[in-house]
């Protein structure tokens, strides 16, 4: 079974305090994925990363940063936490097949509240 | 226009009944689909992947029309434990960046 988990399942920081979110993928998975879920938006890719060391924009990066420095590993940053960050923050990773098919495997989620 | 529609619901259906969702996409060269269930408060699971000649797991059937656009899922004989947040999610493309989710349907299956 794949198993992704995350550092914390819920975290309150206050505002302009650095913060960082850790997710680990067992399963020897190529891609990793950081999102954010909000009531009535879905979730939106912040960033993902397909390789060691590599990653790619999503759709809302502004205001994040993110660091990849073993397989295994993804880790989100926000440099500067500010109140519109409170969010449910989901981190997934999955394979690269050949049919360009990204099969995710979600981590339980952060739950994130900025004060 | 949003990229991945659906509709939101709540669709409210008896235990034993059949129901359909749909989801339609607005970019044509997408390449692959997924339906993935979301329980209140944990994280999305995988449900089953679309493939253009339908597929089929147990009470769950999900097929793609690539002249209009959409993907359907049907639940069979339905369960109160199939209640839960429903999700298209589509990939436009060759990057994972092109991974679009679509907001959900909301299902609950009342005894």
């Known amino acids: 079974d794949v198993k992704v988990t995350q550092s914390s399942r819920y975290l309150v920081k206050r505002t302009g305090e650095k913060v960082f979110l850790e997710c680990v993928q067992d399963?020897?998975?190529?891609?990793m994925f950081w999102y954010r879920q909000d009531p009535g938006l879905g979730l939106r890719l912040i960033y993902f990363s397909y390789d060691v060391k590599m990653k790619e924009k999503g759709d809302i990066p502004e205001g994040y940063s993110v660091s990849r420095e073993k397989k295994e590993r993804f880790s989100l940053i926000l440099e500067s936490a500010s109140t519109n960050q409170t969010s449910m923050y989901l981190c997934?990773?999955?394979?690269?097949?050949?049919?360009?098919?990204?099969?995710?495997?979600f981590g339980p989620g952060t739950r994130l509240t900025v004060t | 226009r949003k990229e991945v529609e659906q509709d939101p619901g709540p669709f409210n259906v008896p235990e034993g009944a059949t129901v359909a969702f749909n989801c339609t996409y607005s970019?044509?060269?997408?390449?692959?689909f997924f339906w993935y269930r979301q329980d209140c408060r944990k994280e999305p699971k995988l449900l089953m992947s679309v493939y253009s000649s339908g597929n089929e797991d147990g009470r769950f059937t999900a097929q793609l029309n690539r002249a209009s656009q959409y993907i359907s899922l049907l639940i069979r004989d339905s369960k109160l434990s199939d209640s839960a947040t429903y999700l298209c999610v589509v990939n436009e493309g060759s990057s994972a960046s092109k991974i679009i989710f679509g907001s959900g349907t909301r299902l609950s299956i009342r005894p």
């Open positions: 399963m020897d998975h190529e891609n």
């Open positions: 997934a990773s999955s394979f690269h097949t050949s049919g360009n098919s990204y099969e995710q495997y």
């Open positions: 970019n044509s060269a997408s390449q692959s």
